[in-house]
């Protein structure tokens, strides 16, 4: 069973410092790796999409990078705005289309 | 183009009581997906199709029920609701499986059981 992993559950960074949002997976057999925002009482949406074969993907001041043989992955947000705050949710894409989703990474960017 | 959307937004039940929860997407996607969330659980799949007239189970499909007799239209089912499945439930759609695309979300119906 595929089970995903997010450190840490919940953080609190000032205004203008970059965020580091960590996921782990057991299962190295995926097709992608998607990291979605949630914010509260909203649906998800989707940030970015990496490919198995890629290692990382670009969208603005988001960089999400991929290790499928360690089973991890990295998502770096750039110069934090007080509008990052959400949560973020790393997914990956498995088996029969599958999605096995980490239990998110709780943001809070202080003004 | 509307996406996703799901129908009811809330609703409140009482223990016993049955209801269905509708999801419908206009961007013509082969495969839709139920899913419901839970604090501290993150997302859990319970019913999927991989086309109009097919389904299939998910990770957490006992008390619910699943038709997609319509390509757009996914409906999930709960026959006699118990307050375990108080939750919120989201819908997902994709255009294929080959994963290359991600699969777009409704915004969520919450449920209260009582």
């Known amino acids: 069973k595929q089970e995903v992993t997010q450190i840490p559950a919940a953080l609190s960074v000032p205004e203008g410092e970059n965020l580091v949002l960590n996921c782990s997976f057991t299962?190295?057999?995926?097709?992608?790796l998607q990291w979605f925002r949630q914010d509260p009482g909203k649906g998800l949406t989707s940030l970015l999409l990496?490919?198995?074969?890629?290692r990382e993907q670009t969208s603005g001041r988001l960089n999400a990078s991929l290790d499928k043989s360690s089973g991890r992955s990295t998502l770096y947000i750039a110069a934090s705005q007080p509008g990052d705050s959400a949560t973020y949710l790393c997914?990956?894409?498995?088996?029969?289309?599958?999605?096995?989703f980490g239990k998110g990474n709780q943001v809070v960017v202080i003004p | 183009n509307a996406g996703v959307t799901q129908t009811p937004k809330f609703r409140v039940l009482k223990t016993g009581q049955s209801m269905t929860l509708l999801c419908a997407q206009d961007?013509?996607?082969?495969?839709m997906y139920w899913y419901r969330q839970d604090p501290g659980m993150g997302l859990r799949l319970i019913h999927y199709?991989?086309?109009?007239?097919?389904?299939a189970k998910g990770e957490v499909p006992d008390g619910y029920n699943v038709s997609r007799l319509k390509k757009q239209n996914f409906l999930l089912g709960l026959e006699s609701a118990a307050p375990s499945q108080t939750s919120v439930y989201f819908c997902?759609?994709?255009?294929?499986?080959?994963?290359?695309?991600?699969?777009?979300f409704g915004p969520g119906t919450r449920l209260l059981v009582l």
């Open positions: 997902a759609s994709s255009p294929s499986l080959a994963g290359a695309e991600t699969q777009y």
């Open positions: 299962d190295s057999a995926i097709y992608n």
């Open positions: 990496i490919q198995s074969s890629q």
């Open positions: 997914a990956v894409l498995y088996g029969n289309n599958r999605l096995a």
């Open positions: 961007m013509n996607h082969e495969y």
């Open positions: 199709s991989v086309g109009e007239g097919t389904t």
